[in-house]
Nanobody, 123 residues
C-alpha cells in the first residue's frame, strides 16, 4: 500500500523556521517527482514546491521562493521541506503528494497524498 506520512509541523513565531518530513513507502520513490502542497483555512490547495526524482531540479512559486527549500533522500525514501522566514500567511496544512502527470516542473494531478501536517505561524 502506498503511504506518505508527513511530520514536523507545529507552532512557530513569525520569522522562525521549521523542517517538514514526508516518509514514503509502497512505491518506487526514487522514480517519482515529489511535491509539497498546502491548504490554508478558507482557501484552496496551493502548490509550494517540487523536486524531481533525482533531486537535482527544484521548482517553487514566488510566494515561497527564497524561503522554502525542498530536498530528498532517496535511500531513506524521504522528502523534506525546510521553511525559513515564516510568515503568518504560511499557516496551513502541508501535504506531500506525487503522481506521474506533469507539465514541465508542475504536477497536473496527484495520485498519492499524505495525511498532512499542521503549520501555524503566529506570535
Amino acid at each position: 500500500e502506498v503511504q506518505l506520512v508527513e511530520s514536523g509541523g507545529g507552532l512557530v513565531q513569525p520569522g522562525g523556521s521549521l523542517r517538514l518530513s514526508c516518509a514514503a513507502s509502497g512505491f518506487t520513490f526514487g522514480t517519482y517527482d515529489m511535491s509539497w502542497v498546502r491548504q490554508a483555512p478558507g482557501k484552496g490547495p496551493e502548490w509550494v514546491s517540487l523536486i524531481n526524482s533525482g533531486g537535482s531540479i527544484k521548482n517553487n512559486p514566488d510566494s515561497v521562493k527564497g524561503r522554502f527549500t525542498i530536498s530528498r533522500d532517496n535511500a531513506k525514501t524521504t522528502v523534506f521541506l525546510q521553511m525559513n522566514s515564516l510568515k503568518p500567511e504560511d499557516t496551513a496544512v502541508y501535504y506531500c503528494a506525487t503522481g506521474r502527470s506533469l507539465i514541465g516542473l508542475r504536477h497536473v494531478k496527484y495520485d498519492y497524498w499524505g495525511q498532512g501536517t499542521q503549520v501555524t505561524v503566529s506570535s
